[in-house]
């Protein structure tokens, strides 16, 4: 692994140190040090500076030391920063490349409008050897400034693919287990959450938090650890049950193992999806649950009006027939076709999106939450049919997590 990490200028124990913290990243991992230096650095966590002052701070602070950051006023601007920068750097003018490390650098969209454009442009405006690395899972389009600004070097880091998740999950191995023991646990677990979930932290998580139910049989002495297809057979419910919490955060580890348990002695503890108040989903996934929903209470003769331009308003009374006196949501959702679907998903997302397998992978995916509901057969030769499963509280909440008022778009509250 470090022979892939052999570059000029770093001793072959830190190399090794970079290979053994980023398994599968090799490629990745040896393009940064191609163009890096011995990395003089300051980390700095949008989570956490929840102002641009202590952003400031935090900058000053790694580079320059405490008496660089007392110099900031308490309402720090970016002018201050930069005249306060320019004088430290003046007196301690930089030997080789300092960078600034943004993590979660998609909350810098929340700022001010004109803080992203020029920390692209920090090198111009402090005039020293300094560089922004952003650091983001979501891709540049998603929060590129209307502004414009000093558009930056891409590197994407693309998905684990299913062994290098194996190979990464591995690691993890408890002490009390052997290596192939370990090994063919995540290979279970992979094989029944590989096709709805690709997200290493989740997966890690679903493997801490199902491995004791896992051990169960062998604990008990009723199995030894060769007999997989039986391990297996123990644990395939338990891990079909643990699907329906891919992504899901309403409760901790401590509280699911506390209900299965309760599940086991009183036959059904565990709500349905319907009580769920917050998930956590792909961006484009929640647009496609907001579409669905819209689908399955809005009249499908009121889609022009609400997703068209140059309509005017809506008024009810104009759509308002004799028979339709009750509101959609006391008669339930109605099943809608997938064209409808992805008419109403392309209208409300807020940028421009190719119909790719993603798109169709994600609809997927929500079946299997029972966050949407199939109701036309595979066998049949139209479109498939699909009506939205959860509550209106949880499409508000999703909906709000993405900055869209979909009351505004619901026939019903016109």
């Excluded at 079946?367 to 595979?378: E, K």
Aim: proline share 5%; with cysteine.
């Amino acid at each position: 692994m470090a022979a892939l990490l052999q570059h000029p200028g770093y001793e072959e124990e830190r190399l090794q140190r970079v290979a053994e913290q980023l398994p599968c990243r090799e490629v990745q991992a040896g393009i940064l040090l191609s163009l890096m230096g011995q990395l003089p650095h300051a980390t700095v966590s949008c989570v956490e500076c929840v102002s641009v002052a202590l952003l400031f701070e935090q900058v000053l602070l790694s580079f320059f030391g405490c008496d660089a950051a007392s110099l900031l006023p308490r309402s720090a601007s970016l002018s201050d920063f930069v005249r306060i920068y320019r004088q430290q750097c003046s007196q301690s003018p930089a030997k080789q490349t300092r960078y600034i490390v943004m993590e979660k650098a998609e909350l810098l969209r929340d700022t001010d409008a004109n803080l992203l454009p020029a920390l692209l442009r920090l090198q111009e405006l402090v005039e020293d050897n300094v560089t922004i690395i952003l650091l983001s899972e979501i891709v540049w389009d998603k929060f590129r400034p209307n502004t414009g600004c000093f558009e930056p070097l891409l590197l994407h880091f693309p998905d684990y693919s299913k062994g290098e998740l194996h190979t990464i999950l591995s690691q993890d191995r408890h002490p009390s287990y052997s290596d192939e023991f370990y090994s063919s646990y995540i290979n279970i677990l992979l094989g029944v959450f590989y096709s709805v979930c690709r997200d290493l932290r989740e997966l890690r998580h679903l493997a801490a938090l199902n491995f004791s139910k896992f051990c169960e049989p062998l604990e008990e002495g009723k199995v030894k650890e060769t007999d997989t297809h039986k391990l297996w057979r123990n644990i395939e419910p338990h891990l079909k049950k643990a699907m329906q919490t891919v992504y899901l955060r309403e409760v901790s580890s401590v509280q699911w193992e506390q209900m299965q348990q309760t599940e086991e002695k009183e036959n059904g503890a565990l709500r349905g999806l319907s009580a769920h108040t917050h998930v956590e989903l792909p961006y484009y996934s929640k647009f496609l649950l907001i579409a669905a929903y819209l689908a399955s209470y809005n009249p499908a003769r009121t889609d022009k009006r609400f997703f068209l331009k140059h309509h005017g308003k809506i008024r009810k009374t104009n759509f308002l027939k004799k028979n339709e006196k009750t509101s959609n949501h006391l008669l339930g959702p109605k099943p809608f076709p997938l064209d409808r679907l992805l008419a109403i998903f392309y209208s409300v997302v807020d940028s421009r999106v190719a119909p790719t397998a993603s798109i169709f992978s994600q609809i997927s995916s929500l079946v299997t939450l029972q966050l949407l509901t199939q109701v036309s057969h595979d066998d049949q030769l139209d479109a498939p049919k699909y009506k939205c499963a959860v509550s209106m509280d949880f499409i508000c909440a999703i909906s709000r997590t993405v900055n869209f008022e979909i009351v505004k778009y619901l026939y019903d509250f016109l």
